[in-house]
């Protein structure tokens, strides 16, 4: 199964997918990037830092956003070529987080959109904002 080609996405297409961050999560990703960075796994120094806790890892957060690409906008077959991101506010184990994206950009000729992306919490703020460069599933 195929996501949509270039043909078949509009400017301002939307999707998003949404997911509670959990300690496990956080633990699982430290386990498969080697990132055990303390601010993401040991509580009491994470307390002594400006967020007075642990946080999760920012990509595994934007992560969210590469779900929203592969699964739903474009969907399945789609090529992650770029983004930028920018980590707004941290995110916290118990946090739940919608990756949203929208089409800001088609490149015909080349076969690539622009999607703005951003990541927000239960309390709507925006804890991560940027841009995807992506190239969309071709059909026969
Ligand atoms: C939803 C999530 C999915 C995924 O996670 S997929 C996995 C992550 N993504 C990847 O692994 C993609 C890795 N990238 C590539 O393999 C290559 O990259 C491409 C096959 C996509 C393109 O390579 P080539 O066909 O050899 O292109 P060229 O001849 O090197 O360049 C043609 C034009 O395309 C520009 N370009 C190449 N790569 C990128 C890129 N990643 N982002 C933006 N532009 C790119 C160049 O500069 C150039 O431009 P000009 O035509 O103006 O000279």
Known sequence: MLGKSINEINLGDRASFEKTISET???LFAG???D???AHIDQVEAEK???KGRIAHGILVSGLISTVLGMYLPGPGTIYLGQELKFL???RIGDTIRAEVEVIE???EK???KLKTQCINQEGKV???GIATVMPPKKA
């Open 25 to 27: 999560d956080i633990y």
């Open 32 to 34: 498969i990037t080697g």
């Open 36 to 38: 055990l960075n303390p």
């Open 49 to 51: 830092s400006m967020f």
């Open 89 to 91: 506010a941290p995110v």
């Open 106 to 108: 088609k490149i015909e």
């Open 111 to 113: 076969n690539r959109i």
């Open 127 to 129: 804890v991560i904002d």
